[in-house]
């Protein structure tokens, strides 16, 4: 199994018309994802030419909205390459078709917005789940990608792994590659965001093929302390964590938005003792951690 994202996934692109929905577009049908179309209300009824994974050349409808889109292909996730003053409305418009996973790659949403969107998927009985934004979404290798995550640096395999950073997930991807993934999820950095460390882990610990977990996190926040509080009581499948930051001068504001640190609370230290308070072996770099979870395994 996978989590979240499956080979059967269905994916539109919100901005598919666009220089990085372009782009992006082609990447996830070279790796396998079953896109079938996107969406643009200014071209609407118009079509995008691609190659699908073997190579043969494809159109994909350009729909007016995510409804439309949802009727005439079935679809049931879409990734958002949207601009930040846009993409409030263009989550809005996923969440009000219901759509089951809303990946928002966008950096750079204000955070009123992101609340705001996180607010109406709950006012909506949550029936989307959102991952990001601010984040490079979810791969599930040799299965389906729905985001910008490079589809060769890793094998499917036994893990999963969870991150707030998109080139610390990469990274890790690439270091464990030969163990392999079940799922990789790119949580994103920002203050607020849809899916966090403790979804992904409950998906993990009850997803029958990921055998143990990889958590990254970085400094700022209590996210990282609350996860640790989660294993402790929820998890039984080895968890290994890294914790970016380590040398991170205080109060200053290190790549993600809601990387800030105030005092003792939110350091990278204090986030590894919690780690290890609940079982969680931490490495102080990438590679250590990778070994970790190769010793772990045996």
Known sequence: MSIFLHSDSKIIVQGITGGEGTKHTARMLAAGSQIVGGVNARKAGTTVSHKDKDGKDIELPVFETVAEAMEKTSADVSVAFVPPAFSKDAAFEAIDAGIGLLVIITEGIPAQDSAQIWAHACEKGNKTRIIGPNCPGIIS??????????????????????????????????????????????????????????????????????????????????????????????????????????????????????????????????????????????????????????????
């Open 141 to 298: 290798p040799e299965q389906s990608l729905a985001g910008i995550t490079p589809a060769n640096i890793t094998n499917r395999g036994k893990l999963g792994l969870v991150s707030k950073s998109g080139t610390l997930t990469y990274q890790m991807m690439y270091e464990l590659r030969d163990l392999g993934f079940t799922t990789c999820i790119g949580i994103g950095g920002d203050p607020i965001i849809g899916t966090t460390h403790i979804d992904a882990l409950e998906a993990f610990q009850n997803d029958d093929e990921t055998e143990a977990i990889v958590m990254i996190g970085e400094i700022g926040g209590d996210a990282e302390e609350r996860a640790a509080e989660y294993i402790k009581d929820n998890v039984t499948k080895p968890v290994v964590g890294y914790v970016a930051g380590f040398t991170a001068p205080e109060g200053k504001t290190m790549g993600h938005a809601g990387a800030i640190v105030s005092g003792s609370s939110g350091t990278a230290e204090a986030k590894k003792e919690a780690l290890e308070a609940a079982g969680v072996k931490v490495g102080k770099t990438p590679s250590e951690t990778a070994r970790i979870m190769r010793e772990l395994l045996g």
